[in-house]
């Protein structure tokens, strides 16, 4: 196999677009290799519906045709003297700056010949394929439209590159009546992307594998002086809304944490429309994290907003279920930090102030602005949710503790009567693995933090070793409360994933679904089969594992896609929907289902 399988070319499309790679498509089934089951030839794929095919949603034009970058150009209503900037600014950018990027050695986590080689590469838009080929039955409570999000680049990088710095995509899998599927991929119509798009080159700059040392410096310059003159327009936002999917008072939100929120239409027929930009109708105006959390029982939508260039660096934002503000906290904290995630509990926020902080000044020393700061101690501020002003927050350190992402929180009370806050994440060592090479071995180990309210005091304890776990979720109808089980992939050999950990947090046990060989997947999201109403309010009430677990999987070698529904009681495959078309690896997903797809605002 190729170590990258993207490449550049010299026609068309423009020169410096990535150009997909559609391999040649076969088939096979992903068999658990816990079950002792003879292989088995797969059926020839379904041929392509016909015209008199009656797919399970009307037949519309599709809202938006496939983005297609413009060839490189400036639009001629620009004036003579932004011409003549433009020009002057293009001069020194290829003349100056890209030289000396590519004379710099990358390292590893910021190189494009890794970070968007093999399966990670991106790919095109595509619109709605329907009548794809189901291997086994779709259980009949999927009824809706799994959707994941992921970094796709719409242009090659003419420096570094890092994957979180990817344009925003979706791939989409609508599950219907009849064991029917389809498929589509749509860009997140971002007002960075738009512009890009219509320029036909890239012209923002990449935060994490650009901003670097002096030349970081001179690619925020030189973006700083094409936004002076009005060659580009950063004030409608500059992010690429690529990591999280979130649906809440009728809006699928697409989510990174360096802008607003993107809403996303899933139109009737399965395809996908981006609306815009969302800041709950005029209620903010700074960015949100990918992570969101939604309370099952209150229907209340926590979220966090950090800035990394003055006070106050964070914030805590509270709505209500139909999507009215009832907090916004300015959170107290000592200097600008990375929360990449946080938790809730039936009655407290739990924030995470860890190790990795931003210092602008070390571009200066020709550094990068995101470190490890080995001299903090990490901690945990525990927030009341009916706190006004913040003054109610109370910080207990973990010390040797960073978690990216966090699975769950709940409150328990102690023999003596305290209360406890209990936190489940996965903590990774080095902290900074995620953005910097180093030589210690990879770890990301699932652990249990507690924390003493009264006292201060907590522990930490590990509570799967020797098996890296990251990318994952509890079942949602228990966000904040106890949960017994977490889904999580085996990050395995990392950054890829080769299967799906269902861990008993009383027992330790652990049930892996694995892929096969050859075969790599991502985040396993899971939903529940049963659900009933609690007031206005749906919430599961049979067993918390008693539901599926969905994510994409590739075959590497036979070059094959497909959406693996997976049974969470017995950790067996139970359907496999094949794709059309490559899907890379992402990031976060969700599922919306056809009950909420009736009450989506349109």
Same mark, same amino acid.
């Given at each position: 196999m190729q170590a990258s399988l993207h490449f550049f070319t010299t026609t068309s499309p423009p020169p410096n677009r990535l150009q997909p790679q559609y391999p040649f498509f076969t088939c096979k089934i992903l068999i658990n290799p816990a079950k002792k089951t003879a292989p088995r030839n797969p059926p020839p794929l379904l041929p392509s519906p016909s015209p008199s095919w009656p797919p399970q949603?009307?037949?519309?034009?599709?809202?938006?045709?496939?983005?297609?970058?413009?060839?490189?150009?400036?639009?001629?209503?620009?004036?003579?003297?932004?011409?003549l900037a433009a020009l002057a600014l293009d001069r020194i950018e290829t003349s100056v700056i890209t030289p000396l990027e590519k004379n710099h050695e990358l390292p590893k986590t910021v190189d494009p010949a890794v970070q968007i080689s093999g399966n990670?590469?991106?790919?095109?838009?595509?619109?709605?394929?329907?009548?794809?080929?189901?291997?086994?039955?779709?259980?009949?409570?999927?009824?809706?439209v799994y959707v994941r999000n992921g970094a796709n680049p719409m242009f090659a990088p003419s420096g570094g590159h890092h994957l979180f710095d990817g344009d925003g995509m979706i791939h989409a899998v609508t599950l219907a009546y009849g064991n029917k599927a389809s498929y589509s991929c749509r860009y997140t119509r971002t007002s960075?992307?738009?512009?890009?798009?219509?320029?036909?080159?890239?012209?923002?700059?990449?935060?994490?594998?650009?901003?670097?040392?002096?030349?970081?410096l001179a690619r925020l310059g030189l973006f700083m002086a094409r936004a002076s003159v009005g060659l580009v327009d950063g004030s409608r936002g500059m992010g690429v809304a690529n990591a999280g999917l979130v649906y809440f008072n009728g809006r699928l939100l697409a989510m990174s944490e360096d802008d607003l929120p993107y809403h996303v239409k899933i139109n009737c027929d399965a395809d996908l429309e981006t609306i815009g930009r969302f800041n709950?109708?005029?209620?903010?105006?700074?960015?949100?994290?990918?992570?969101?959390?939604?309370?099952?029982?209150?229907?209340?939508?926590?979220?966090?907003?950090?800035?990394?260039?003055?006070?106050?660096?964070?914030?805590?934002?509270k709505f209500d279920k139909f999507g009215k503000k009832l907090r916004d906290v300015h959170v107290a904290i000592e200097q600008a930090t990375m929360i990449h995630d946080f938790a809730i509990t039936e009655n407290f926020v739990v924030i995470p102030d860890q190790q990795m902080v931003f210092k602008l000044s070390e571009m200066i020393r020709g550094g990068s602005p995101v470190i490890y700061d080995k001299k903090k101690t990490s901690r945990f501020g525990i927030l009341q949710q009916n706190d006004v002003d913040g003054s109610s927050i109370q910080w207990i350190d973990v010390p040797n503790c960073f978690c990216f992402h966090l699975w769950n929180a709940w409150e328990e009370n102690s023999?003596?009567?305290?209360?406890?806050?209990?936190?489940?994440?996965?903590?990774?060592?080095?902290?900074?693995?995620?953005?910097?090479?180093?030589?210690?071995?990879?770890?990301?180990?699932?652990?249990?933090?507690?924390?003493?309210?009264?006292?201060g005091e907590s522990t930490r304890r590990v509570i799967i070793s020797g098996m890296n776990l990251e990318?994952?979720?509890?079942?949602?109808?228990?966000? #904040?409360?106890? *949960?017994? +089980?977490? @889904?999580? $992939?085996?990050?395995?050999?990392?950054?890829?994933?080769?299967?799906?950990? =269902?861990?008993?947090?009383?027992? #330790?046990?652990? *049930?892996? +679904?694995? @892929?096969? $060989?050859?075969?790599?997947?991502?985040?396993?999201?899971?939903?529940?089969? =049963?659900?009933?109403?609690?007031?206005?309010?749906?919430?599961?009430?049979?067993?918390?594992?008693?539901?599926?677990i969905m994510g994409f999987v590739r075959n590497e070698k036979r070059e094959i896609s497909e959406l693996v529904i997976v049974k969470a009681m017995s950790m067996e495959q139970v359907a496999a929907i094949r794709l059309p078309r490559r899907v890379p690896y992402g990031f976060h997903g969700t599922f919306v289902s056809q009950q909420e797809l009736s009450r989506q605002v349109i």
């Open positions: 949603y009307p037949v519309v034009e599709p809202v938006e045709r496939v983005l297609v970058p413009q060839e490189p150009n400036y639009p001629v209503h620009f004036n003579p003297f932004q011409k990670f590469a991106p790919v095109e838009e595509c619109p709605v394929q329907h009548g794809l080929e189901v291997v086994g039955e779709i259980p009949a409570c999927l009824r809706g960075r992307l738009v512009q890009e798009a219509k320029l036909g080159r890239s012209m923002f700059p990449k935060p994490i594998g650009e901003l670097h040392g002096h030349l970081g709950f109708d005029d209620q903010i105006d700074c960015p949100l994290i990918a992570h969101p959390k939604i309370d099952p029982v209150t229907g209340e939508f926590h979220t966090l907003s950090y800035n990394v260039l003055k006070k106050p660096y964070l914030k805590y934002f023999e003596n009567g305290d209360k406890i806050i209990v936190v489940i994440g996965s903590c990774m060592n080095p902290p900074d693995s995620i953005f910097n090479e180093s030589k210690d071995l990879f770890r990301s180990e699932l652990s249990e933090i507690r924390m003493n309210l009264r006292t990318a994952g979720q509890v079942n949602r109808q228990h966000q #904040g409360r106890k *949960t017994r +089980f977490v @889904y999580l $992939a085996i990050a395995e050999p990392w950054p890829k994933c080769s299967g799906i950990a =269902k861990v008993d947090l009383e027992t #330790g046990e652990v *049930t892996a +679904f694995m @892929y096969g $060989a050859w075969c790599f997947g991502g985040e396993p999201f899971f939903v529940p089969e =049963k659900k009933q109403k609690f007031g206005d309010n749906e919430v599961e009430t049979e067993a918390e594992d008693e539901g599926y």
